[in-house]
C-alpha cells in the first residue's frame, strides 16, 4: 500500500517539479547618489547624436550688405537753377547703401549717402545727400535683379548764390548685383532717376544717372 502511494505521489509531483527554477534574491536597492548617477548615465547613453547642418542651405544668406559706387549722368537737366534752365549739369555722382532692416523674403531697408558734383554756368554746386531707399527683391533672395525707390535730403557742401542749401531728394532706381563673386565681394551695375527739389528757393534738378560699384556680403 505504501509503494503504491510512493508512486502515484511522485507522478502527481513530477510535473511540478520539473517546471521549478531557482529564484536568486535581488540585490539591495539603490538609493541616492548611486541611483541618480545610474539614471543620468543611462540618459546621457541614450541621447541622440546630433546631425551636423547643411552649411549650403544658408550660404546665401547674410545679415550685413554694404554697397559702394560710383558713376556720372547721362542726363542731368536743371530747372529754375540759377539764371535759368541749364542742361547737362550734373557730372560726378559716387555713394554707398548700408542695409539697415529687411522685410524677410520680400526686401531690404537701406541707408544711402550720396555725393554728387554739378557744373552750372554760374559755377559749380556739391551735395551730400542723406536718406533711405527701399529695394526689392531682398538680397539673401541672390536674385540679381533688384528695383527701389529713396527718398532723402541733400545738403548743399556749395551752392551757387540765392539757391537754398537744403534740397527734399527722390529717386527710382533699378540694378544688377552679382554677390560673393570673390569670397564675399561682389558686383553691381545701377542705373535710374535721381530728382532733387530746393526747399527754399525756386529750383530743381532731373538726372537720369548710371553707377557701378562693389557689393560686400558678410
Request: hydrophobic share 45%; charged share 20%; with cysteine.
Amino acid at each position: 500500500m505504501m509503494r503504491i502511494l510512493a508512486c502515484v505521489f511522485a507522478l502527481v509531483s513530477a510535473p511540478v517539479w520539473a517546471q521549478m527554477v531557482e529564484v536568486t534574491e535581488d540585490p539591495a536597492p539603490q538609493t541616492g547618489k548611486e541611483k541618480a548617477g545610474g539614471y543620468f548615465q543611462d540618459r546621457k547613453a541614450a541621447k541622440p547624436t546630433a546631425v551636423a547642418s547643411d552649411s549650403s542651405s544658408d550660404a546665401g544668406s547674410a545679415p550685413r550688405y554694404l554697397a559702394l559706387r560710383v558713376g556720372t549722368y547721362f542726363t542731368g537737366e536743371g530747372y529754375g537753377w540759377g539764371h535759368g534752365d541749364q542742361s547737362n549739369i550734373g557730372k560726378l555722382n559716387a555713394g554707398l547703401d548700408y542695409r539697415i532692416g529687411e522685410w524677410i523674403n520680400s526686401a531690404d531697408l537701406a541707408m544711402r549717402i550720396d555725393y554728387t558734383n554739378f557744373s552750372l554756368d554760374e559755377g559749380s554746386a556739391r551735395k551730400l545727400s542723406i536718406g533711405a531707399i527701399v529695394t526689392f527683391p531682398d538680397a539673401n533672395s541672390r536674385f540679381p535683379l533688384y528695383f527701389g525707390a529713396g527718398l532723402g535730403a541733400g545738403f548743399f557742401l556749395k551752392q551757387i548764390r540765392k539757391e537754398s542749401a537744403v534740397a527734399l531728394d527722390y529717386s527710382l532706381i533699378a540694378g544688377a548685383r552679382f554677390l560673393n563673386v570673390i569670397d564675399q565681394v561682389g558686383f553691381l551695375v545701377e542705373t535710374g532717376m535721381k530728382n532733387h527739389l530746393h526747399l527754399f528757393s525756386d529750383g530743381q534738378f532731373n538726372g537720369i544717372y548710371i553707377n557701378v560699384g562693389t557689393v560686400f556680403a558678410f
